[in-house]
């Protein structure tokens, strides 16, 4: 009697094993799931290589962050006004001119310590900002950007003007702080290395420019984010739905202007002077320039384009004096090649630095996706 093997054959709509996750699935687990706490964890990461990046480099370096510090901070709120709520301000110099000038004024040996100073600062400008972005709620395209030149050329001028409190044209002393005894402990225990002024307004800066971040993305990816995106998009459609046009633009530009505060109260630290030279036109034309190099509505757009505004002019000037130029056409070099690097952004790349970015990203996942 012959012995029959039953053998199950398999069915015909069985699903496919399960691949297993990627490298790329594993690490995302780890992300917290509020938006919040994944915002909180960047701010913790750039924090780390913050310490690293500082603590490997040399004075001008950290000088050089220092000062990309203040137009990050700057450029990330007209980010804001600019590519999430659609309003054009070439005035931001200005109002960074009233936090630099408002910390000379209170930030001395003896009177409040600087981050209350700072916030102050912030608190003041958003106040001008309020002002300004109440006159100019109803004006659109280039009338609103003709109101905040406006706004440019007028600050300036009346810091001469009352030059008994602001120095007129040398400009307003402004203190440098020290940095306290418990923050160079800190450091040399983390890295053997002593703290220099110029390293420690470079933390200064950049602690300043991560908690804008930290407030700003949340600002952007919460609900009062999509009402500014809806207003910018479609205004009527947004006003059918009971979105109140002249309160958002508004509260954009005291936002954005308290960011812009704050980067006057660090470039006023970090330069020891709020001059009317310093917060001309060319400083709110070079915050526009960052914010389109690097991407519009992007906050990582804003940083990538403030590193540009910093790192290039000096790269291409050296670049320039190792070719056998001279000093003086070496120097005009650098503004041509930004000029250049500008025109070629706008033409091939209207999306900045981050959507280029994306874009290989995009098409990176895609191929690996046909290969798995």
Not at 21 to 27: D, E, F, L
Not at 323 to 343: E, H, I, R, S
């Amino acid at each position: 009697m012959s012995q029959r093997t039953d053998r199950a054959a398999p069915a015909a709509d069985s699903p496919a094993p399960a691949r297993p996750p990627g490298r790329m699935a594993r690490a995302l687990r780890w992300r917290p799931r509020s938006t919040f706490g994944r915002h909180a964890l960047g701010v913790l990461l750039g924090l780390v290589a913050l310490v690293l990046v500082l603590e490997l480099s040399g004075e001008f370096r950290n000088f050089q962050f220092a000062t990309m510090s203040y137009y990050a901070i700057a450029a990330v709120g007209l980010t804001l006004l600019t590519g999430i709520n659609g309003q054009i301000s070439l005035g931001h110099g200005a109002l960074m001119a009233v936090g630099a000038y408002t910390t000379g004024l209170l930030f001395t040996d003896d009177g409040l310590p600087l981050p209350v100073v700072m916030l102050i600062a912030a608190a003041v400008t958003a106040l001008v900002g309020a002002v300004v972005g109440a006159a100019a709620a109803r004006l659109h395209g280039p009338y609103l950007a003709g109101a905040t030149l406006a706004l440019a050329v007028a600050v300036p001028g009346l810091a001469i003007y009352f030059d008994e409190i602001f120095g007129g044209e040398q400009g307003l002393r402004v203190n440098s702080p020290e940095a306290p005894d418990w923050f160079g402990d800190a450091i040399y225990f983390l890295s053997a290395n002593e703290t220099s002024p110029t390293k420690y307004l470079a933390y200064v800066g950049w602690i300043t420019l991560l908690l804008a971040l930290l407030l700003l993305a949340n600002l952007m990816t919460g609900r009062t984010g999509r009402v500014w995106r809806a207003v910018r998009d479609d205004e009527v459609a947004a006003e059918l739905a009971g979105i109140g046009l002249g309160r958002m633009r508004v509260l954009a530009f005291v936002v954005s202007a308290a960011c812009a505060g704050l980067a006057g109260a660090v470039l006023g630290v970090v330069v020891r002077l709020a001059a009317p030279s310093g917060f001309t036109i060319v400083l709110s034309l070079g915050l526009l320039t960052a914010v389109v190099l690097g991407g519009l509505g992007s906050l990582t757009g804003a940083l990538l384009g403030s590193a540009l505004l910093v790192f290039l002019p000096p790269f291409v000037t050296n670049l320039g004096a190792n070719l056998g130029l001279d000093g003086t056409q070496a120097a005009q070099l650098a503004p041509f090649v930004y000029g250049v690097v500008l025109v070629l952004v706008m033409l091939l790349a209207p999306s900045g630095a981050v959507g280029v970015l994306k874009k290989i990203w995009a098409r990176r996942g895609s191929s690996t996706r046909r290969t798995g």
